[in-house]
C-alpha cells in the first residue's frame, strides 16, 4: 500500500534533532597548546635557577620572550575566536523525533507506553555564547551539541542520547507532542515547562492554562 501526500508531507515536515556522537580521539585545544608552552618555559627557568643554581643567562631571556609572547598570542587567539564556532569533534548518526505516541532515535522507535520517564536537556544551541570565561582561547559559539535526552523505560533501562539544538526555539515545534507526554505522565511539569522555556510566573501561568485546554480532551 502506498503512502499518501500527507503522510509524507507530514513526515517530511517533522521536527528532527541530529543525534551527536562524542569523538574519544584527543585534540590539541587553542588552551593547551598555549598553556603547555607557558608552563614548560617556567618550569625549565625554576628548575634551572632553584634545583640546578644556575644564574639567569641568555636562554632564560630566550624563555621569557617566549611566554610573554605566547601570551600576547593568547589574548589576539581570544579576540579572534570571540566570533567563530566551536569545532564539531564528533560525528552525527540518525535524528531524534517525538510524535504522540512515540519517540524515534535513529532506527529504533519506542513506544510511549512502554517508556516510564523522560528528561531532556536543551539548554545549548548553535551560536551560544559559551566560552567567555579569561582563560578560554578556543572558539566562543557553540556548536550546539551539548543537549541530551534521557529515556527511562518501564523496563528499568534506560538509554541516554545527545543531540544537536541549532535554533533555542525549536522545541516549541513539538510543543504538543511534549504537552502530550505530560498529561501521559512521561515528564514532569517543571521539565517540560523548562524544555519549553516557559521561565516567568506569567509565561507559566499561561502554559498551564494551554494544558488545561489540553487536559479537556483525555476526559
Same mark, same amino acid.
Given at each position: 500500500?502506498?503512502?499518501?501526500?500527507?503522510? %509524507?508531507?507530514?513526515?517530511?515536515?517533522?521536527?528532527?534533532?541530529? =543525534?551527536?556522537?562524542?569523538? @574519544?580521539?584527543?585534540?590539541?585545544?587553542?588552551?593547551? $597548546?598555549?598553556?603547555?608552552? !607557558?608552563?614548560? /618555559? /617556567?618550569?625549565?627557568?625554576?628548575?634551572?635557577? &632553584?634545583?640546578?643554581? $644556575?644564574?639567569?643567562?641568555?636562554?632564560? &631571556? !630566550?624563555?621569557?620572550?617566549?611566554?610573554?609572547?605566547?601570551?600576547?598570542?593568547?589574548? $589576539?587567539? #581570544?579576540?579572534?575566536?570571540?566570533?567563530?564556532?566551536?569545532?564539531?569533534?564528533?560525528?552525527?548518526?540518525?535524528?531524534?523525533?517525538? +510524535? &504522540?505516541?512515540?519517540?524515534?532515535?535513529? @532506527? +529504533?522507535?519506542?513506544? $510511549?507506553? #512502554?517508556?516510564? #520517564?523522560?528528561? !531532556?536537556?536543551?539548554?545549548?544551541?548553535?551560536?551560544?555564547?559559551?566560552?567567555?570565561? %579569561?582563560?578560554?582561547?578556543?572558539?566562543?559559539?557553540?556548536?550546539?551539541?551539548?543537549?541530551?535526552? =534521557?529515556?527511562?523505560?518501564?523496563?528499568?533501562?534506560? #538509554?541516554?542520547?545527545?543531540?544537536?539544538? !541549532?535554533?533555542?526555539?525549536?522545541?516549541?515545534?513539538?510543543?504538543?507532542?511534549?504537552?502530550?507526554?505530560?498529561?501521559?505522565?512521561?515528564?514532569?511539569?517543571?521539565?517540560?515547562?523548562?524544555?519549553?522555556?516557559?521561565?516567568?510566573?506569567?509565561?507559566?501561568? +499561561?502554559?498551564?492554562?494551554?494544558?488545561? &485546554?489540553?487536559?479537556?480532551?483525555?476526559?
Amino acid at each position: 500500500m502506498g503512502v499518501s501526500g500527507n503522510a %509524507k508531507s507530514d513526515a517530511e515536515n517533522m521536527q528532527k534533532f541530529s =543525534i551527536y556522537t562524542k569523538s @574519544n580521539k584527543f585534540y590539541w585545544s587553542a588552551e593547551t $597548546i598555549t598553556y603547555s608552552i !607557558i608552563f614548560f /618555559c /617556567c618550569g625549565v627557568m625554576l628548575f634551572k635557577q &632553584k634545583v640546578l643554581n $644556575i644564574e639567569e643567562n641568555l636562554i632564560d &631571556k !630566550i624563555f621569557m620572550w617566549l611566554v610573554v609572547s605566547t601570551f600576547m598570542f593568547g589574548a $589576539i587567539l #581570544k579576540f579572534y575566536n570571540m566570533g567563530r564556532f566551536e569545532p564539531i569533534r564528533g560525528e552525527f548518526k540518525g535524528y531524534l523525533s517525538f +510524535e &504522540k505516541d512515540k519517540i524515534t532515535v535513529c @532506527n +529504533e522507535i519506542y513506544p $510511549i507506553e #512502554k517508556i516510564r #520517564k523522560i528528561k !531532556i536537556s536543551n539548554d545549548d544551541y548553535s551560536g551560544k555564547l559559551v566560552n567567555i570565561s %579569561k582563560g578560554n582561547l578556543g572558539p566562543a559559539l557553540s556548536n550546539g551539541t551539548r543537549n541530551f535526552i =534521557i529515556i527511562y523505560f518501564e523496563s528499568g533501562e534506560s #538509554k541516554r542520547h545527545q543531540f544537536e539544538l !541549532i535554533n533555542s526555539v525549536d522545541f516549541q515545534k513539538v510543543r504538543q507532542e511534549l504537552i502530550n507526554y505530560y498529561l501521559l505522565g512521561k515528564i514532569d511539569f517543571d521539565e517540560v515547562a523548562n524544555v519549553l522555556g516557559e521561565k516567568s510566573r506569567s509565561e507559566v501561568a +499561561e502554559f498551564k492554562a494551554d494544558i488545561e &485546554k489540553e487536559r479537556m480532551h483525555y476526559r
